[in-house]
C-alpha cells in the first residue's frame, strides 16, 4: 500500500525539544542511591499538570538528558518531583546537584495509570525497587478520592528494608484503615520485624476481589513478569492489569526510535500498557 | 480444645480447600492448636521435624546462620502459609531455624501420625504430596527470582 | 525545432527536449531554489547541488546486486539511465547532524537558546517514485503525529519535487512488489519521464501541483501526441517487469509477528556484521541519537541530533545492559520493524523497495530472500523446541 504524501500545515508549536530550565527547590535522600528532587520552573511557581504514570525528560548541562516519572502529588500545584536512582551517567551527574540548581525539563510524556476507569473497582498496586516512585502519584490520586473504589491494596516489594522507597509515607499508609499496605524485602538481618521474600508470594493472600480488581503493576521487568503471573493466577484479567515498561528512550515525542517495543513507541504508546497490548512480546528476549 | 472442635477451623484454610471429608476427618485428630509468643523459637535447624504448621495469624521467619553474615532471614511465612515440609521427607529433620516475629497463632500437625496414615491410605498420602509438592515448587520459584536480586543496580 | 513556452495544467502531458532540461534547473534557481539531483562522484552516482544540467551523470548507468555497485558506460547519453545509489533525500530533509539547541549557563540561571528553522529552499531533481514514498513515509513519522519536528516541517513545506520515473530497473530494486513504482503516482510538483526512441531524446512533463505547472509553463514544451504519450507509458511498465527482485508482501504483519523465534534469525545473525550501512542507506530509517557537548569553561552547552542505527548495542541500553545484545536479535528488529510493526505505528511498510539496502550491504544480506526463508518452515507459533530422539 503505498502512502500519499501529506505536508501538514505549520502548527505554531513550540519546540518540542527544547526544555524549560526549572529550579531544585529541594533534594530529598530516599536510600543510599535515590534521591528525591522537588522541582519548579526557574521563572516562578507555576502549575505543572500531569497524570500518574506520566515522565518527564530531565537534561543536565552538558551531560544529557534522560526520562525519569514523576513520583510528586498530582494535587500539588506549587511544585513536582521526581525520584532518580542514580545508576547511569546522567542521573549520577543529577546526585551531584544541589538545591538552587537548574535543570532543563520536557514533558510530561507517555500514558497513565488508569485511575478514572478502575472507579468502582478494587486496585491492587504491586510495585518493586523503584518501581514504586511511579506508582506514588497514582496512590495520592486514588486516596484523594478514596471513596470512588473498592478496596485498595499496595504490596511493595524492595532489596532490603535499606533499600525502601518512602518508608515514613508507608508507615503512615499502614496505619489508615482503608488501605492495606504490605512491604516485603528479597533479604534481610534479623533486625527486620517486616515480610522476607519476593513481592509475588504477597500476592495469593492479599485482600482484594479478582472479578473486580483492576492492578498497576511496576518494577524490573522480571519482577512484573511473575507478577503479573500471579495475578493471573488469582483471577484478575489481562485487560485490567497495567504494566509499565522501560527501554532507551532519546525524544520521548517517537522521533528518535530507541524505545520501540514490538509495534509500540514506548514513548507515546506507554509507558503504561493494559497488559493484553504486551503479551504477545512480553517476557519475549531481546524484543 | 478438643479435636472435634477443630475441623471446621482446618476445613476453611485455603490449604486444605477441595481436601475429601473423608481425609480432612483422618487428620483431624493429628492436628492441635499452638500459639507462640513473639520471638519464641518454633524450631531449631538439626532438630527432628515431627510437625507441620498451618499459620492462622501471625508471622514466623525461617532464618539460616551464615557465618559471616549473621542470622539472615531468607523467608517469612504469615496468615494461611504453611511452615514446614521437612516432616515429609527423610531424614525428618529441620533444615532452617523458625522463629516468630510476631505472637503467632498456629495449628500443628504432628508429622509422624500423618505419615502413619499417608502409609495407610495412599490417596490421602498422594493428596498431601500434591499439595506440599506445590508449596515446595512456589518456594522454589520465589527463591530463583531472590537469587536474580531483580532490584539491584544492574539487574 | 524551438518552442515557445506552453500553458499547461496539472495531469497535462508535455514534451520537453532533453537539450532544455537545463531550462528548468535554471527557473528554480532563480526562484531562489537549491535544486539537488543526481551527479557521479568517487564511482557512484549521488546527490548533490546542481549549477546545471551539465552535472547530471549523462551516459552512466550502475551494475547492483547483493553487496556489489558498479557504474558503467551506457551506448547512449541519458541523464536518468540508472536505478538509485548510495545516497537518499533524507539527508536533506532530515539532516545526519542536527544542533537541536544551545544551551547557555550564568551563575545559577540556565537559558536553552533554539535553533531557527534553515531558509534554504530546495529542489529535488530525478526523485524515483519509491523515494516519493520514502517522502511520504517519513512525513507520517515527523509531521503525522500529535507532536511536529519543526525543522523536519521547515525544510519540507519548502521542497519543490522533480520525480523521474524509472526506465531503468536496478539490480535489487523491487518496488513493483511494495506498490511504490516504478511510476511515480503522487506527491510530486513535476514528473519527467525520459524518452530516447529514434534519435530523440525528450521529456514526457507532467505537473502534480500548481507550481509544478507553473513552472512547467515557463518552459518550452510541446503538446504531447499521444503516440509518444504510450511511448513513455510503455517505458516505464516494461520496468516493472524487468525487476529483478520480487517480495511477497501477503500476510506480512503476521508472518514477522508468530515468528519472533525462527531459526532463519539464527542463519542471518550468522552473515550479519551489526554495520549498519543498511539503515544509512535506507531512505525510509529515521532513528537518531543525542549528543551533548560542553566547552571548556563549562558555561556553554550544544545538544545535537545524529542519525543512530537500531544495529548498534548503544541503541537499546538501559542500565544494566541492552536489550538486544545479539546481533540476531537486532536482525530481527530492524526487519520486524521495517516490513511488520511499522504498519502499527505509521499506517504503511518502512520498506519501499528500493534495494540500497542490499546493495549496500557488505556480507549481501538481502530482505527478500530472508522474508521468502520466514515463509518456508520453521516452527509453527507457540511449537517449542523439541530434541531429537535417538538410539540407545
Given at each position: 500500500m503505498a502512502p500519499t504524501l501529506e505536508i501538514s500545515e505549520?502548527?505554531?508549536?513550540?519546540?518540542?525539544m527544547l526544555p524549560v530550565p526549572c529550579r531544585i527547590r529541594r533534594v530529598r535522600n530516599e536510600t543510599a542511591d535515590t534521591f528525591t528532587w522537588e522541582l519548579q520552573p526557574a521563572d516562578g511557581p507555576a502549575r505543572f499538570a500531569f497524570q500518574p504514570g506520566q515522565f518527564n525528560m530531565l537534561y543536565v548541562f552538558g551531560v544529557g538528558e534522560v526520562p525519569i516519572s514523576i513520583s510528586g502529588d498530582?494535587?500539588?500545584?506549587?511544585s513536582f518531583r521526581h525520584t532518580t536512582r542514580a545508576v547511569g551517567v546522567v542521573t549520577r551527574a543529577m546526585r551531584q546537584l544541589r538545591a538552587g540548581d537548574v535543570l532543563g525539563v520536557r514533558g510530561p510524556f507517555g500514558s497513565a495509570w488508569p485511575i478514572e476507569a478502575a472507579a468502582g473497582r478494587d486496585v491492587v498496586i504491586v510495585a518493586g525497587g523503584i518501581g514504586l516512585a511511579p506508582l506514588r502519584p497514582a496512590l495520592c490520586r486514588l486516596l484523594a478520592q478514596r471513596?470512588?473504589?473498592?478496596r485498595i491494596v499496595l504490596l511493595y516489594g524492595a532489596r532490603t528494608p535499606q533499600d525502601i522507597l518512602f518508608p515514613h509515607e508507608l508507615e503512615r499508609w499502614r496505619g489508615k484503615f482503608d488501605l492495606e499496605v504490605q512491604v516485603t524485602v528479597d533479604r534481610s538481618a534479623d533486625t527486620w520485624r517486616g515480610n522476607v521474600g519476593v513481592?509475588?508470594?504477597?500476592?495469593?493472600?492479599?485482600?482484594?476481589?479478582p472479578a473486580n480488581a483492576v492492578a498497576l503493576v511496576c518494577g524490573p521487568e522480571v519482577m512484573m513478569r511473575y507478577t503479573v503471573r500471579e495475578l493471573q493466577r488469582r483471577g484478575i484479567a489481562a485487560d485490567r492489569i497495567h504494566v509499565s515498561m522501560e527501554r532507551n528512550m532519546k525524544?520521548?515525542?517517537?522521533?528518535?526510535?530507541?524505545?520501540?517495543?514490538g509495534p509500540a513507541f514506548i514513548c507515546k504508546d506507554g509507558p503504561?500498557?493494559?497488559f493484553d497490548r504486551v503479551e504477545s512480546i512480553f517476557g519475549k528476549a531481546e524484543v | 480444645m478438643t479435636t472435634t472442635t477443630l475441623e471446621p477451623i482446618i476445613r476453611e484454610q485455603p490449604f486444605f480447600s477441595g481436601f475429601e471429608d473423608k481425609y480432612l476427618k483422618l487428620i483431624v485428630s493429628c492436628a492441635k492448636n499452638v500459639r507462640f509468643d513473639e520471638g519464641d523459637l518454633v524450631f531449631r535447624e538439626?532438630?527432628?521435624?515431627n510437625q507441620f504448621y498451618l499459620i492462622r495469624e501471625g508471622m514466623v521467619a525461617v532464618h539460616v546462620m551464615a557465618s559471616q553474615k549473621g542470622l539472615v532471614t531468607v523467608q517469612t511465612v504469615g496468615q494461611g502459609d504453611i511452615l514446614g515440609?521437612?516432616?515429609?521427607?527423610?531424614?525428618?529433620?529441620?533444615?532452617f531455624d523458625a522463629r516468630t516475629v510476631r505472637p503467632t497463632r498456629a495449628l500443628a500437625f504432628d508429622g509422624k501420625c500423618l505419615r502413619t496414615k499417608c502409609e495407610q491410605d495412599h490417596g490421602l498420602g498422594y493428596e498431601f504430596l500434591k499439595r506440599f509438592t506445590r508449596i515446595v515448587v512456589e518456594r522454589l520459584e520465589a527463591t530463583r527470582l531472590q537469587l536474580l536480586d531483580v532490584y539491584g543496580a544492574h539487574s | 525545432m524551438k518552442s515557445a513556452p506552453l500553458a499547461v495544467k496539472r495531469s497535462d502531458k508535455a514534451v520537453l527536449q532533453a537539450e532544455d532540461l537545463d531550462m528548468l534547473i535554471q527557473n528554480l534557481r532563480k526562484r531562489g531554489h537549491q535544486v539537488i539531483g543526481p551527479t557521479r562522484r568517487e564511482g557512484a552516482i549521488v546527490y548533490e547541488e546542481l549549477?546545471?544540467?551539465?552535472n547530471l551523470p549523462a551516459g552512466w548507468t550502475d551494475e547492483q546486486d547483493g553487496g556489489t555497485y558498479r557504474l558503467k558506460r551506457r551506448t547512449d547519453g541519458a541523464l536518468f539511465g540508472y536505478a538509485v545509489g548510495p545516497h537518499s533525500w533524507k539527508e536533506f530533509v532530515h539532516p545526519p547532524a542536527q544542533r537541536l539547541y544551545r544551551a547557555r549557563r550564568n551563575g545559577k540561571q540556565v537559558e536553552f537558546l533554539p535553533e531557527t528553522p534553515p531558509a534554504a529552499k530546495c529542489a529535488f531533481l530525478g526523485v524515483r517514485a519509491c523515494e516519493l514514498n520514502a517522502i511520504a513515509i517519513q512525513d507520517r513519522v515527523f509531521l503525522g503525529?500529535?507532536?511536529?519536528d519543526p525543522g523536519y516541517q521547515s525544510r519540507r513545506q519548502q521542497l519543490f519535487l522533480i520525480a523521474v520515473n524509472c526506465t531503468v530497473a536496478g539490480g535489487t530494486c523491487f518496488c513493483a512488489s511494495m506498490n511504490?513504482?516504478?511510476?511515480?503516482?503522487?506527491?510530486?510538483d513535476v514528473a519527467l519521464t525520459e524518452v530516447m526512441e529514434s534519435g530523440r531524446h525528450y521529456f514526457m512533463t507532467e505537473a502534480g501541483t500548481d507550481r509544478g505547472a507553473e513552472v512547467l509553463s515557463q518552459l518550452p514544451l510541446q503538446r504531447a501526441t499521444s503516440r509518444q504519450e504510450q511511448i513513455a507509458a510503455d517505458m516505464v511498465s516494461q520496468t516493472a517487469r524487468r525487476m529483478a527482485r520480487q517480495m511477497d508482501t501477503t500476510g506480512i504483519e503476521e508472518l514477522f509477528y508468530r515468528n519472533y523465534e525462527h531459526p532463519r534469525w539464527d542463519d542471518v545473525a550468522k552473515r550479519c556484521?551489526?554495520?549498519a550501512n543498511c539503515t544509512l542507506v535506507?531512505?525510509?530509517?529515521f532513528c537518531t541519537t543525542v549528543e551533548d557537548t560542553a566547552d571548556l569553561t563549562g558555561q556553554h552547552a550544544e545538544r545535537w541530533r545524529k542519525w543512530d542505527s537500531?544495529?548498534?548495542?548503544?541503541?537499546?541500553?538501559i542500565a544494566g545492559g541492552s536489550?538486544?545484545?545479539s546481533s540476531r536479535a537486532r536482525y530481527r528488529q530492524w526487519l520486524t520493524h521495517k516490513l511488520a510493526t511499522w504498519m502499527d505505528q505509521f499506517?504503511?511498510?518502512?520498506?519501499?523497495?528500493?534495494?540500497r539496502c542490499i546493495t549496500w550491504c557488505p556480507a549481501a544480506i538481502d530482505l527478500t530472500e530472508e522474508v521468502r526463508a520466514l515463509r518456508?518452515?520453521?516452527?509453527?507459533?507457540?511449537a517449542a523446541p523439541t530434541g531429537k530422539e535417538t538410539k540407545p
Open positions: 505549520p502548527k505554531a508549536a513550540a519546540d518540542p498530582p494535587a500539588d500545584t506549587q471513596r470512588r473504589y473498592g513481592v509475588t508470594t504477597l500476592i495469593p493472600c492479599a485482600p482484594f476481589e525524544c520521548a515525542i517517537g522521533f528518535c526510535g530507541h524505545c520501540q517495543y503504561i500498557f493494559p | 538439626g532438630d527432628p521435624a515440609w521437612s516432616w515429609l521427607f527423610p531424614p525428618y529433620r529441620w533444615h | 549549477a546545471s544540467a551539465q503525529g500529535p507532536v511536529v511504490t513504482g516504478p511510476k511515480a503516482a503522487s506527491g510530486y556484521l551489526t554495520c535506507c531512505p525510509t530509517c537500531c544495529f548498534t548495542l548503544d541503541f537499546s541500553y536489550v538486544r545484545s499506517g504503511t511498510s518502512g520498506c519501499v523497495g528500493c534495494g518456508e518452515g520453521g516452527p509453527a507459533r507457540g
